[in-house]
């Protein structure tokens, strides 16, 4: 089955650094990586996604990098903001006829110093 | 819409009693999933439904049984709870029910502790 192994497991930066998380997966035939965000109680949302057609995908001041040769991708995150504080997750998936079935990294709790 | 609801939002059992936890979502979504999160942990598939009347085994499946009812709702059910099932407990579902990869969308989680 599919492995996803995700660091760090902890970022701090400085409010306006950049943070860059990432994920390596350990199967070839995995073309769909979601990246969700979950703040403390809550439940984990979708920032961003990305499909193995594509290497590189921008929503303002997140992005995520794909290279499927090295099997990883990234999450990147520019000008960090005390609100992106959170614990982020990246997942992998692959087509089947049995619906989406997502094997989570074990998580980056990200902290932003205001 | 209210996406996608659980219930209960907590629940405390002792070891061996059962419970059902409750999943409905109004989006018209074919695929249903239910994850379970432990502490500092990613989140690990238990059982999905890709389509109404169908259910399949995820990462972890022991000790745990669902049903599809509807289109709209996908229970798990804790037959003999144990101590090493105290998680938080996550439902999703997706808008298609295979070939393709779609956004998994989460209801807001059921905390539950077996004492």
């Known amino acids: 089955g599919e492995n996803v192994e995700q660091h760090p497991s902890t970022l701090s930066v400085q409010e306006g650094d950049s943070a860059v998380i990432k994920c390596t997966y350990s199967?070839?035939?995995?073309?769909?990586f979601p990246w969700y965000k979950q703040e403390l109680g809550k439940r984990p949302q979708l920032i961003i996604d990305?499909?193995?057609?594509?290497g590189e995908k921008k929503d303002q001041r997140i992005a995520v990098t794909l290279n499927k040769t090295a099997k990883h991708f990234s999450l990147h995150i520019t000008e960090t903001q005390p609100e992106d504080s959170a614990v982020y997750f990246c997942?992998?998936?692959?087509?089947?006829?049995?619906?989406?079935?997502?094997?989570f990294g074990g998580g980056t709790r990200l902290m932003v110093k205001p | 819409n209210a996406g996608v609801t659980q219930t209960p939002k907590f629940q405390v059992l002792k070891t061996g009693q059962s419970m059902t936890l409750q999943c409905a979502q109004d989006?018209?979504?074919?695929?249903m999933y239910w994850y379970r999160q432990d502490p500092g942990m990613g989140l690990r598939l238990i059982y999905y439904?890709?389509?109404?009347?169908?259910?399949d085994k995820g990462e972890v499946p022991n000790g745990y049984n669902v049903s599809r009812l509807n289109k709209r709702e996908f229970s798990l059910r804790l037959e003999s709870a144990a101590p090493s099932q105290t998680s938080v407990y996550f439902c999703?579902?997706?808008?298609?029910?295979?070939?393709?990869?779609?956004?998994?969308?989460f209801g807001p989680g059921t905390r539950l502790t077996v004492l």
């Open positions: 997942a992998a998936s692959r087509n089947n006829n049995a619906g989406n079935m997502l094997t």
């Open positions: 989006m018209n979504h074919n695929s």
């Open positions: 439904s890709a389509s109404e009347g169908t259910t």
């Open positions: 999703a579902s997706s808008v298609r029910s295979g070939g393709s990869t779609d956004t998994q969308y």
């Open positions: 990305i499909r193995s057609n594509v």
């Open positions: 199967d070839s035939a995995s073309n769909y």
